[in-house]
Nanobody, 128 residues
Framework: AVQLVESGGGSVQAGGSLSLSCAISGSSATPFCMGWFRQIPGTEREGVIV???????RSVDSVQGRFTASRDNAKNTAILIMNSLKPEDTALYYC??????????????????????WGQGTNVTVSS
């Protein structure tokens, strides 16, 4: 079975940067779509950014210009790069992947249900 493991979470001061990594194991195939989601206790899970197999990305307005993503298909890894972090970015961040080509990757930014494989999550805390 395919497994995803996030790493790189931690604490950072507002205005700082942090990068999260997602390692895929159990398959050498390239996911059609990967995504990063985050959740604050008591709130709905929120899409952050998605990235397709060619490296094209789409992010939500709240992180536009601050967050980006990249992936290395040969190594089966993906990275979320977060800059200019704000306290409101504090959340549990999840990596997700899917191999289905039924729908476009870019359209899945607010469609967590379209991702079939999820990591365990990694905490990010941004302090003032």
């Amino acid at each position: 079975a395919v497994q995803l493991v996030e790493s790189g979470g931690g604490s950072v001061q507002a205005g700082g940067s942090l990068s999260l990594s997602c390692a895929i194991s159990g398959s050498s195939a390239t996911p059609f779509c990967m995504g990063w989601f985050r959740q604050i206790p008591g709130t709905e899970r929120e899409g952050v950014i998605v990235i397709d197999a060619d490296g094209r990305i789409r992010s939500v307005d709240s992180v536009q210009g601050r967050f980006t993503a990249s992936r290395d298909n040969a190594k089966n890894t993906a990275i979320l790069i977060m800059n200019s972090l704000k306290p409101e970015d504090t959340a549990l961040y999840y990596c997700a992947a899917d191999y289905s080509t039924t729908t476009s990757c870019m359209s899945r930014i607010q469609a967590a249900g379209r991702f079939g494989v999820w990591g365990q999550g990694t905490n990010v805390t941004v302090s003032s």
